[in-house]
């Protein structure tokens, strides 16, 4: 008889990390974050409390999650999840060819093309790759998605450095385009705006378009990442001196985006897997949610501003 073993949940949180660092460039995502004096900080926010450490065990769930196909659907418009359990990955269909965001890891490319495949499309069709930011679970498999399809690999500039680090396997990283905040990247009638929001990653990069659906607008909101991992330095950072005003600033970029639509490098901080349940059930598509943007940007914010306190305490600030 086959047993199961429970694996703790900090060891699984751990096991994450440690898949997240092996492909990251940033010091702050450790696989061996010590719990700091006086613990984990804690916040309670809508009804919800959450531990910096659960908070990104939320958002990279396990192993399995991190490598696991999630069915691959519709979002809304012209836009289609074609990721994992908890890394994000999207397809932006236009007439003029495809948009990827995110190409994960390097392992994971395989993944995408087979989702991207199963919704009639061709890989080969993807005419320019986009990412989040600078970490190895988002932007990883781009040498292997262009090498595949040919695709303009799009970075933000504060991210190039980072980028240029990460090799799989030795291969350089490419890099066609290089682009700063506010500028916009166009394909058959699709037009993306690059917000750059730093703090999770130097140039970390929330992306916005308008998609038509049911003969009405909406604005579409895809976060890069604001979270503050456990390792993150927001104090006496010398890497990144003025890493808390960049996350200052990333919230204040954030909550002054329209939003009817929140999507994230993670789906957790969107809630998919709890939207999908409801797609094709005859209501209003779940994935409207301006209340969900609002309300993650809350529990980030909180987190961020809870974490900041407590490495200032610490440091004697």
Same mark, same amino acid.
């Given at each position: 008889?086959?047993?199961?073993?429970?694996?703790?949940?900090?060891?699984?949180? %751990?096991? /994450?990390? !440690?898949?997240?660092?092996?492909?990251?460039?940033?010091?702050?995502?450790?696989?061996?974050?010590?719990?700091?004096?006086?613990?984990?900080?804690?916040?309670?926010?809508?009804?919800?409390?959450?531990?910096?450490? =659960?908070?990104?065990?939320?958002?990279?769930?396990?192993?399995?999650?991190?490598?696991?196909?999630?069915?691959?659907?519709?979002?809304?418009?012209?836009?289609?999840?074609?990721? =994992?359990?908890?890394?994000?990955?999207?397809?932006?269909?236009?007439?003029?060819? %495809?948009?990827?965001?995110?190409?994960?890891?390097?392992?994971?490319?395989?993944?995408?093309?087979? /989702?991207?495949?199963?919704?009639? &499309?061709? &890989?080969?069709?993807?005419?320019?790759?986009?990412? /989040?930011?600078?970490?190895?679970?988002?932007?990883?498999? *781009?040498?292997?998605?262009?090498?595949?399809?040919? !695709?303009?690999?799009?970075?933000?500039?504060?991210?190039?450095?980072?980028?240029?680090?990460?090799?799989?396997?030795?291969?350089?990283?490419?890099?066609?385009?290089?682009?700063?905040?506010?500028?916009?990247?166009?394909?058959?009638?699709?037009? %993306?705006?690059?917000? +750059?929001?730093?703090?999770?990653?130097?140039?970390?990069?929330?992306?916005?378009? $308008?998609?038509?659906?049911?003969?009405? =607008?909406?604005?579409?909101?895809?976060?890069?990442?604001?979270?503050?991992?456990?390792?993150? $330095? +927001?104090? *006496?950072?010398?890497?990144?001196? !003025?890493?808390?005003?960049?996350?200052?600033?990333? &919230?204040?970029?954030?909550?002054?985006?329209?939003?009817?639509?929140? +999507?994230?490098?993670?789906?957790?901080?969107?809630?998919?897997?709890?939207?999908?349940?409801?797609?094709?059930?005859?209501?209003?598509?779940?994935?409207? *949610?301006?209340?969900?943007?609002?309300?993650? +940007?809350?529990? =980030?914010?909180?987190? &961020?501003?809870?974490?900041?306190?407590?490495?200032?305490?610490?440091?004697?600030?």
């Amino acid at each position: 008889m086959m047993s199961t073993v429970r694996v703790p949940v900090r060891l699984l949180v %751990l096991m /994450s990390i !440690a898949l997240l660092a092996a492909g990251s460039t940033r010091a702050a995502a450790q696989p061996a974050a010590a719990e700091p004096p006086g613990g984990w900080p804690q916040v309670t926010v809508h009804g919800e409390t959450w531990s910096q450490m =659960t908070l990104l065990q939320r958002n990279l769930g396990g192993p399995d999650d991190q490598t696991t196909a999630f069915p691959p659907h519709r979002v809304i418009g012209n836009i289609y999840y074609v990721g =994992t359990n908890s890394l994000a990955s999207y397809l932006v269909a236009t007439p003029g060819g %495809l948009i990827l965001i995110n190409s994960s890891y390097e392992r994971n490319v395989p993944v995408i093309r087979k /989702s991207v495949e199963a919704l009639g &499309f061709k &890989f080969s069709d993807i005419r320019i790759l986009l990412g /989040s930011h600078a970490h190895g679970d988002h932007m990883e498999g *781009d040498a292997a998605v262009k090498a595949l399809s040919g !695709a303009q690999v799009v970075a933000m500039a504060e991210d190039v450095p980072a980028l240029e680090r990460m090799r799989p396997g030795d291969k350089p990283h490419p890099i066609d385009r290089v682009i700063h905040d506010g500028d916009t990247v166009s394909l058959g009638g699709t037009t %993306l705006v690059a917000h +750059l929001t730093p703090g999770h990653t130097r140039g970390c990069t929330t992306w916005t378009l $308008k998609v038509t659906d049911g003969g009405r =607008t909406y604005d579409v909101v895809i976060v890069g990442s604001l979270g503050v991992n456990p390792g993150f $330095k +927001l104090v *006496d950072n010398r890497e990144a001196p !003025a890493i808390a005003d960049e996350f200052r600033h990333a &919230f204040k970029v954030s909550r002054g985006l329209p939003c009817d639509v929140p +999507l994230a490098s993670h789906p957790a901080m969107y809630r998919m897997a709890e939207k999908y349940t409801r797609l094709g059930q005859g209501g209003p598509n779940p994935f409207i *949610d301006p209340a969900g943007y609002a309300r993650e +940007l809350d529990l =980030t914010e909180a987190m &961020f501003q809870a974490v900041l306190a407590a490495q200032q305490r610490l440091a004697g600030k």
